[in-house]
């Protein structure tokens, strides 16, 4: 009777950790990787030639979908524009989500979609700085699990006056005993736009 007990432990533990797992998703080639330098709301880190910056949100609150495009600036922040794509199916995956204010905590079935734009950045100014403080989604899959808001820039060496943002949002279809859920976190990333601005 211990050994059946354990066993069902055992079973459940494994389906509650399935959110760190990504055999369904090839990331991003981490050889060659240089050391991390990190301020109070990015981490900057290099692959070969392209350079990659992750910007966290300054505020994790949520903020729920409406009809409208989120284009919500902090006050202070002057945009430049607004930087807006097109979400792209990726994959879909069994994931444990906790902590999210759209969901209860437990384990489901997700889509994950794509949101990638890129923006040009005129001469006179070297780089963008992003206003994080509304919705924007997930630099990684991986953070739709404890609802780690962020956006992944990045650039290439060979076209360091063109930046690429990205992040994910994910469709929350149904739980494990098939439940249909069908919410979208952190909202619809079609509907998202993230200001920017240039500086010098």
């Known amino acids: 009777m211990k050994f059946k007990n354990l066993f069902l432990l055992l079973v459940i533990g494994l389906a509650v950790c399935s959110c760190s797992s990504n055999d369904d998703f090839e990331d991003d080639n981490t050889d060659n990787v240089s050391l991390p330098s990190s301020s109070n709301n990015y981490y900057e880190y290099q692959v070969g030639d392209s350079i990659y910056r992750i910007v966290y949100k300054t505020n994790n609150d949520c903020v729920q979908e409406t009809n409208l495009n989120i284009t919500r600036a902090i006050s202070g922040f002057n945009p430049d524009g607004y930087a807006q794509g097109t979400a792209v199916k990726q994959f879909e995956k069994k994931a444990a989500i906790k902590n999210h204010p ?97 500086i010098k």
Not at 141 to 148: A, G, I, R
């Open 102 to 198: 759209q969901v209860p905590n437990g384990v489901y079935y997700l889509e994950l979609w794509k949101v990638t734009t890129k923006v040009k950045i005129p001469k006179g100014y070297r780089d963008i700085e992003l206003d994080e403080s509304g919705v924007v989604g997930y630099a990684d899959w991986e953070d739709v699990c404890d609802n780690y808001q962020s956006v992944k820039i990045s650039y290439n060496r060979r076209h360091p006056d063109e930046r690429e943002l990205s992040f994910y949002t994910a469709v929350v279809k149904c739980n494990l005993v098939g439940q249909q859920i069908w919410e979208v976190l952190p909202m619809d990333g079609n509907k998202i736009k993230v200001p920017y601005r240039f």
